[in-house]
């Protein structure tokens, strides 16, 4: 694998883009559409005859407890409930769905339910994906690319079997993505503020949406709408338990010890850096959490500044870069969280998300083979005693973030000087 092999948007026999013949371009988004509608029909097989992991089960017993008390009463009393109001109030309406007899007798059970959103996000995000290929935007995806992004492994895992929401937050930020080479900032708010009300995460590209906005003065259409949806939205927790909300919504910080940089620390079997948990960390531990944080705000912040004059395709990229930043430096990616940055790295580079979809889809097997106790999979829980045989695994996909930023970054300074170690030079012309 060298630079010149990840480079965005490498030229290849068949693409889905603009400058591709009309007739050429339809039947293999005809193919393409096709194979996102065969991995539909076999998440949901997969989802009507399994339970998943132990987010399904949690998740069940959140939406049992939301029902029986409240939300305030439920970020109160777990400090696992780290959702916002709009998973929460899903949750309880799917809650009282399955508890209905006629929903029992067709066999519709609450993680069913709960995997039905994110698979259906899976199969727009593949149309939202050819929507944009064919725009205007200088936005190229190779056929193959697009094809194994439509029948991808990972998300017949994750959205399949595992049993969270993360797929329908992808789906409204790759959308809010979109309103940007679409020139729509309200639509972009809008849509922002929609993959906020799934995961709190999406917030950490504010500032690349914000300043991408403000650079073209219409930044105050996107905030307004964004606001407007996230008040609308947040009203209950803001109103009545702000410090609630705070502290479990926007202060979680997933756990420490089972990915990339922490992981390697507890491997160093030192005892500061020995607990795997989201709460109540050794010193060191919140010591070396703040610092890998304030690593990814500053080079957030960075990249989104010097590149928000960037459009179409390159704003695509900057959207990517953000994603790689995160996944190398956070002190704690799940699993299912490798659907996060996989329509981002495909735009961003085909052959990088080549080789992620590969390195993610052997950990991700090898996950859930071993939490459900081997082939088939009904329910995969993971326990301390088995964390130990799958957590190593983790660092393939890991170890190919690394690799690609290398060869993606020594490719950007070859070409464009501004990228260069320490430089601020705003990046106003066509670049990586």
Known sequence: MNAMSFAPNPTAALEIGPRTRP??????????????????????AIAFNTIGTNDAVIFYGFAKVLSTH?????????????????????????YFLTEQKWCQEIGVHFPLLLRLPGILADFALVLVLLRMAKAQ?????????????????????????????????????????????RNQPALCGLFFALACQIKIVPL?????????????????????????????????????????????VLSYGSYWGMWGVTYCL????LHDFSRVSFFDLAPAQTFVMLLLKVLIIVSVLLIAWRRRHLRDHLFMNSLGYTWIIFFLFSPGVCAQYLVWLAPFILILSPTLYAYLLVASSLFLFLFYNITAGGLPWSVAISSDELRESWVPWSLLPWAVLIVGAIALWTKAVENNSPFRLFSFETLRAKSA
């Open 23 to 44: 007739q050429h371009t339809d039947r293999l988004a005809v193919c393409i559409v096709g194979l996102a509608l065969v991995a539909l029909i076999l998440k949901l």
């Open 70 to 94: 409240s939300l305030e009463w439920t970020y109160q009393h777990s400090r696992y409930f780290n959702h916002p109001p709009l998973t929460a109030y899903y949750l309880r309406g799917i």
């Open 137 to 181: 935007t200088g936005l190229r995806i190779p056929a193959w690319a697009l094809a194994l992004f439509a029948f991808s492994p990972v998300s017949l895992m994750v959205s399949g079997f595992h049993g969270n929401t993360d797929p329908v937050m992808v789906l409204f930020l790759v959308c809010a993505a979109f309103m940007c080479l």
């Open 204 to 248: 950490l590209f504010f500032p690349a949406f914000a300043f991408f906005w403000f650079s073209q003065s219409k930044a105050r259409a996107f905030l307004l709408s964004a606001a407007a949806l996230s008040a609308a939205l947040w009203w209950e927790p803001l109103l009545r338990f702000p410090a609630l909300f705070v502290q479990n």
């Open 266 to 269: 507890r491997l160093t079997g």
